[in-house]
Each structure stands twice: as structure tokens, then as C-alpha cells.
């Protein structure tokens, strides 16, 4: 390869795969294994002292996983990743590097319904308080700040109200508190937004949806920005005090700008214990090698499908931030110039009755859960993900009773309009 730097296709074909020294497959190999043989005594002393990079079980590292690692931290310009068995346990990853007992940590309100019940719930069985702020009201993140504060999270394009946040803002309230920015670009992916480059110091992906894309595997990804300075803060002692499982290391101090994803890894992974399978890291590699044709072909019919339904008579509003004179437009044309990315929402006149009315009637969208895949998904998120929430909550996390989400797929967009409006009409 020459010295230019390579470009995003490039990278998410290439980034961190080789060709197998043993067998020369050029595809990255599935190591289905579950641990990995020493080359000597020493040898094995030093991968347990962290003194050496290398394979000990799968639980901690694989070969396969490796490989998707480097390649999404390359894609989103980050030192280093780690992949996980979901997006739910990168989250639960992160805060347990970062949070103490009786701590807290401030979270946009518009976030996917799984998580906003994990932080409300979940996370109180290990005493990590969440406070909400509106992303729509962006000093309500500083006045949430308080001596207890350990990080602030948001979405980079919400899931399901397809809010666009202003990262830069956000992180700019993060950095005067000296507190890491956490920044959940499932729904964009890097093709469309890298947070890194907008302030961010840490990435999630529930890699489940578009990274991965033919909703065929479980999985997640975090990513370190390389951009916080954790030595010498006493408000992180995973990463600036002796950590005894170690012999006293300083994890700041030995990994530099990677401690937090090492943190993640040996104080983490290791022990809590959510490893993702080496055959669901094969395929999530697999769908990134056309991540940048999906996500692009996903925007184009995105904008197209909410074009038709913004003149629907049946559709009271569409929120799409690819709309001109939507609410996050001119947010959506600074962060994602390229596409505001395959999900939307929108109100169907009749509310609640109507929305399940429309889901039971549509043929091609399958209706299901997941978003991010090459099938065009539908829910009604108000009697499905965001059920456990209160009518208040559904409302400030953009799932009211109307309110239906699309994930649209890459499809002929003529198909999926004329489905839909032969659904909105059946009645």
C-alpha cells in the first residue's frame, strides 16, 4: 500500500486483516477456540502481567475479534477498540470503569428505550445514578453537573425520534467538567458521523445494527478516543491508581492513550465476562466491507420513503432530519453531510390504534425489534421497545402513541412506498 492515507471503503475492507501466515486465506479466519497454547512458561507469565500482547482465552481476546477491533477503531479514528458480546454490554463495560458506588452520570433523555431502561434500572443494582438532559435544551447538561458527575452520554442520531445532537456542544459542557463524553453512534455509524472529531473521548456501538447490517449476529463495540487524560485523576482509580490484580500497575501510565480500552478489557471483560463469539466478530467484519455502500444506499431511500409520507394525508409528521425544515436539519448538515441515516419516525393520524393498525397491514417491512438491516423493520415503539416506560417518558424520548419507527432497508424505494401506502390506507 502506498504512503497516502487510505480512505474509509478502504479501511473497512482492509483495516487490521491479514493474510493467514499458515494458510494464506485472505479472508480473516473464525479462531473457534477457546483458549490459546503458550509458547513457554515465561511467556505465559507475561501475558497474565499484561506485559506482553497476546492470546490467553477467547473470554479476553481472539484472533477474529482482533481483527474487528483494529478495524473499527480505524474507521472511527480511534487508538484502539474492544468487541463484546452486545451494545447493552459495552455499556455496562464502560461505567464500570468509570463509576463508583453512590456516582453519577448525566444522559441525554432521547436515547434507544433498551437503554434509558438499563441506566434508570439496571444500573441502580450497582448504585450508578443517571440524571437526564434534554438534548433540545443543551445547558440542561451543565445544570445537571454536579461533584458526583462521571461522564455524560448521548446519542450521536437518537433511536427512535431521530433527534441529531450537538456533539460539539455537549462536549464542550464534558470538557469544562473534565469528565468524559460518551457518544453512541450505532445509528450513524462512522461513515456518516466520527464523534471523535467533534469532542468526543468514547464511542459505543451496538454493532448488532448497521456495523454489522444483515441482522445475522450479536454484538457490540467500544471505542477509545485516546483524548482523556485519566493519569493522576483520582476521580477514575480504575485507571490512575495501582490496580492490585496487577502488581500495582498504573494502567494510565503503561497504555498511554489506550488505558481506557485496556481498562475495559483486563479490569472488565475479563471479569465481568461478556465475550463475543469469534463467529458473530467474522460476521459483523463481514458486513463492514460494504458498511459505506449500505449506509449511503440506507440514506438515499430514508430520505425518499420520508418525502412521500411528509405528503401523506394519513401521517400527521415525519421526523427525519434529511427533511429540509425538519426540526435537527441544519444539525444533520453539519454532522452527516452525507445522509441522515436509515431510521425515522413519524405520527400516524389516529394514534396508538392506527400505528399498531399500520404494522399488523405492512407486508414487506417485517416487524420486528432490530434496525440496521439490508430488510427494510418497522415497530410501533409505544407497545414494544419503549413499553416499560411511563406515557411521559415515551413522549420526551420521541415514542408517543403515534408514533411509528422504519429502518429502511436497500430495497427499490418505489417498493417500500407502495407498501406503505397500501398499509396507511387498509385501515
Same mark, same amino acid.
Given at each position: 500500500?502506498?504512503d497516502?492515507e487510505?480512505g ?9 486483516a !491479514?493474510?493467514?501466515?499458515?494458510t494464506g486465506a485472505?479472508?480473516t479466519p473464525? *479462531?473457534?477456540?477457546?483458549?490459546f /497454547? ?6 505465559a &507469565?507475561s501475558?497474565f502481567?499484561?506485559q506482553?500482547f497476546?492470546?490467553?482465552y ?7 475479534? %482482533?481483527v474487528l477491533e483494529e478495524r473499527?477503531?480505524a474507521?472511527e479514528? $480511534? ?9 447493552h ?5 464502560v461505567? +464500570?470503569?468509570l463509576?463508583q458506588?453512590g456516582e453519577?452520570?448525566i444522559?441525554?433523555?432521547?436515547? *434507544?428505550?433498551g437503554s ?6 439496571a444500573?441502580?443494582?450497582?448504585d450508578w !445514578?443517571?440524571?437526564w438532559?434534554?438534548?433540545d435544551?443543551?445547558d440542561?447538561?451543565r445544570r ?7 461522564a455524560i452520554?448521548i446519542?450521536?442520531?437518537a433511536n427512535?425520534g431521530g433527534?441529531?445532537?450537538d456533539i460539539e &456542544?455537549?462536549?464542550a459542557i464534558?470538557k469544562s &467538567?473534565?469528565?468524559?463524553?460518551? /457518544?453512541?453512534n450505532?445509528?450513524a455509524?462512522p *461513515?456518516?458521523?466520527?464523534p471523535?472529531?467533534h469532542g468526543a473521548?468514547i464511542?459505543v456501538h ?5 456495523l454489522?447490517? +444483515?441482522g ?8 477509545d478516543?485516546?483524548?482523556f487524560?485519566w ?5 477514575y ?7 492490585p490484580e496487577?502488581g $500495582?500497575m ?5 497504555f498511554?492513550?489506550?488505558a481506557f480500552?485496556?481498562?475495559c478489557r /483486563?479490569l472488565g471483560?475479563?471479569?465481568i465476562?461478556p &465475550?463475543?463469539?469469534p ?5 459483523v467484519l463481514?458486513g463492514i466491507e460494504t458498511?459505506s455502500?449500505?449506509?449511503q444506499?440506507?440514506s438515499?431511500?430514508?430520505?425518499r420513503?420520508?418525502?412521500h409520507?411528509k405528503e ?7 421526523s *427525519?432530519?434529511?427533511?429540509p $425544515?425538519?426540526k435537527?436539519h ?5 454532522y452527516?453531510?452525507?445522509g441522515?441515516?436509515?431510521v425515522m ?7 396508538y390504534?392506527?400505528g399498531v %393498525?399500520?404494522v ?8 420486528l ?10 415497530i410501533h415503539?409505544?407497545s414494544t421497545? +419503549? ?7 415515551k413522549i420526551a424520548?420521541?415514542?408517543g402513541p403515534e408514533v411509528?419507527?422504519l429502518s429502511?432497508?436497500?430495497e427499490?424505494?418505489a417498493?417500500?412506498?407502495?407498501d ?6 387498509a385501515?
Amino acid at each position: 500500500m502506498s504512503d497516502q492515507e487510505p480512505g474509509f471503503s478502504t479501511l473497512a475492507i482492509h483495516a487490521g486483516a !491479514r493474510p493467514d501466515p499458515t494458510t494464506g486465506a485472505r479472508a480473516t479466519p473464525i *479462531y473457534q477456540t477457546t483458549s490459546f /497454547v503458550f509458547d513457554d512458561v515465561d511467556h505465559a &507469565a507475561s501475558l497474565f502481567a499484561l506485559q506482553t500482547f497476546g492470546n490467553i482465552y477467547t473470554r479476553i481476546t481472539n484472533p477474529t475479534s %482482533s481483527v474487528l477491533e483494529e478495524r473499527v477503531a480505524a474507521l472511527e479514528g $480511534g487508538p484502539a477498540a474492544l468487541a463484546v458480546a452486545s451494545g447493552h454490554a459495552a455499556q455496562v463495560l464502560v461505567f +464500570h470503569c468509570l463509576m463508583q458506588p453512590g456516582e453519577e452520570f448525566i444522559a441525554s433523555n432521547k436515547l *434507544y428505550g433498551g437503554s434509558i431502561n438499563q441506566f434508570n434500572h439496571a444500573f441502580k443494582n450497582f448504585d450508578w !445514578r443517571v440524571k437526564w438532559a434534554d438534548p433540545d435544551d443543551i445547558d440542561s447538561f451543565r445544570r445537571a453537573l454536579s461533584d458526583k458527575t462521571k461522564a455524560i452520554f448521548i446519542e450521536s442520531i437518537a433511536n427512535p425520534g431521530g433527534v441529531i445532537t450537538d456533539i460539539e &456542544a455537549v462536549a464542550a459542557i464534558a470538557k469544562s &467538567a473534565n469528565v468524559p463524553l460518551i /457518544v453512541d453512534n450505532t445509528l450513524a455509524s462512522p *461513515y456518516l458521523i466520527r464523534p471523535f472529531a467533534h469532542g468526543a473521548d468514547i464511542v459505543v456501538h451496538s454493532a448488532t445494527k448497521f456495523l454489522g447490517g +444483515h441482522g445475522n449476529s450479536i454484538a457490540g463495540v467500544i471505542v477509545d478516543g485516546g483524548s482523556f487524560n485519566w493519569a493522576g485523576d483520582k476521580r477514575y482509580p480504575m485507571l490512575s491508581a495501582p490496580r492490585p490484580e496487577y502488581g $500495582g500497575m498504573i494502567l494510565s501510565e503503561t497504555f498511554g492513550n489506550f488505558a481506557f480500552a485496556m481498562a475495559c478489557r /483486563v479490569l472488565g471483560l475479563r471479569d465481568i465476562g461478556p &465475550a463475543i463469539s469469534p463467529f458473530n466478530s467474522f460476521l459483523v467484519l463481514t458486513g463492514i466491507e460494504t458498511l459505506s455502500l449500505r449506509m449511503q444506499r440506507h440514506s438515499d431511500n430514508a430520505l425518499r420513503v420520508a418525502q412521500h409520507l411528509k405528503e401523506h394525508e394519513a401521517v400527521a409528521w415525519v421526523s *427525519y432530519a434529511g427533511l429540509p $425544515g425538519d426540526k435537527y436539519h441544519d444539525l444533520a448538515r453539519k454532522y452527516c453531510p452525507k445522509g441522515a441515516g436509515g431510521v425515522m419516525t413519524f405520527g400516524v393520524t389516529g394514534g396508538y390504534d392506527s400505528g399498531v %393498525s399500520l404494522v399488523r397491514n405492512l407486508k414487506l417491512f417485517s416487524h420486528l425489534a432490530n434496525i440496521g438491516d439490508t430488510r427494510s423493520l418497522v415497530i410501533h415503539p409505544a407497545s414494544t421497545t +419503549h413499553r416499560q416506560l411511563t406515557d411521559a417518558q415515551k413522549i420526551a424520548a420521541g415514542a408517543g402513541p403515534e408514533v411509528v419507527r422504519l429502518s429502511i432497508g436497500l430495497e427499490d424505494a418505489a417498493d417500500l412506498i407502495a407498501d406503505l401506502d397500501e398499509a396507511l390506507t387498509a385501515g
